[in-house]
Structure formats: structure tokens, C-alpha cells
């Protein structure tokens, strides 16, 4: 009888309820989408193809994750292909050309973070404010939005979701030296622009 129990238990673990999906899934994943690619239209299109392609793989399901976070792997799947659709053919294999410039003087060569002269200003969000929160959010989309498509997907993802240098190279096909080069541009980049928008 325990074994029968621990088998019903591990039925209802290793089913998903498709039906359910879009009430329970449907925000959570535009936002995580939209937040990600700035595009309303596109997000909305990237979620009903996480939840199309979730059902052709539902009988696949085998519960070691929540459905929630499986659907996300499959969004997160489908905008890193976005990603790799606009950046690729702007640059062969994705190259930036790596040079010494007045950006590669405010970072530190072996981990990458602000040197101490050159840190960023306090953006006035010390205590939080929701109000002043939301204008900065906006603000900092805003100036996402200006930079280049590949510096951009790098920047997402490796500040955004988190990913380790070895995935975004692979995915995006920039080599580990461009990398560097792409996320110190682009962070020179947004801090001029806050600093010019916020402070």
C-alpha cells in the first residue's frame, strides 16, 4: 500500500494541466517576455509559441520542474533565438573590433566591475520609492532600447537572466574576448545615459 501511495503521489507530479496554462501562466510570462525584447506584439506572439510548443511536448512532462518554470525555459529558449536572429549578419561572427578606448579604462582587466574613481553615481534610489521606482525602470528601458541589438542581448542576458559567459558566447557566437568588450560598451553606454536622463 505505501508503494501504490508513493505512485499516486508521483502521477499527479508528472502531469501538467494545459487547460490551465493561460490563467495561471499567460502575465507572468508576457512580462517576463516584454521585459526582455521591449516589443508588446512580439512578446504576446513568443508567448502563444511557448504555450503551443509546451502541448506538443506536454506527454513529455516529467514533473522535475514546476510547470511554471518550464514554460519560462521554453520562453527563455524561444527570445534567445530572437536575439540570435536580429544580431546575426550585422557582424561576422560577431566580432567588435577589440581596441583601447576611454571605456576600457573604467573597468577593472580581471573581473570586469566599475574601477573605484569611475563607479556610477548614486541614481537617487536609495530609498525606495515605487513611484520613483517605475520612471527609472522606464528610463533604463529606454536606454536599453538605444544600444545595439547584440549589445543588448548580451547585456539581457547576462544581467537580466543571469546566464554564465560560456552560454551567452555560445548562443550569441561572440568569442569570449568580444564578450568582455560588449558588456563594458554597453555599460559605459547606459550609465551616460541614465546620467544624462535620471540624475
Known amino acids: 500500500m505505501h508503494t501504490e501511495n508513493n505512485q499516486q503521489v508521483d502521477t499527479k507530479v508528472h502531469t501538467c494541466d494545459p487547460q490551465q496554462w493561460v490563467a495561471k501562466y499567460a502575465d507572468y510570462l508576457y512580462s517576463y517576455a516584454v521585459t526582455r525584447i521591449n516589443d508588446g506584439e512580439l512578446a504576446r506572439d513568443l508567448v502563444q509559441e511557448t504555450f503551443l510548443a509546451a502541448l506538443e511536448k506536454a506527454a513529455k512532462f516529467e514533473g522535475r520542474s514546476s510547470e511554471s518554470t518550464w514554460l519560462t525555459a521554453i ?25 583601447v578606448s576611454e571605456s576600457d579604462d573604467f ?3 580581471d573581473d570586469g566591475h566599475w574601477k573605484v574613481q569611475h563607479q556610477p553615481q548614486a541614481f537617487g534610489l536609495e530609498v525606495y520609492n515605487p513611484l520613483i ?38 548562443e ?16 559605459v553606454n547606459l550609465r551616460a545615459c541614465l546620467q544624462k536622463n535620471w540624475i
Open 75 to 99: 520562453l527563455k529558449n524561444k527570445i534567445i533565438d530572437i536575439y540570435r536572429k536580429k544580431s546575426s549578419g550585422l557582424l561576422k561572427r560577431q566580432e567588435v573590433p577589440v581596441e
Open 172 to 187: 550569441l557566437r561572440v568569442t569570449p574576448a568580444n564578450y568582455w568588450v560588449i558588456i563594458h560598451r554597453a555599460k
Open 107 to 109: 573597468f577593472e582587466v
Open 133 to 170: 521606482g517605475k520612471e527609472f525602470d522606464h528610463i533604463l528601458k529606454q536606454c536599453m532600447q538605444k544600444l545595439p541589438v547584440l549589445w543588448l542581448s548580451v547585456f539581457t542576458m547576462k544581467h537580466m537572466d543571469e546566464e554564465t559567459t560560456e552560454t551567452i558566447c555560445s
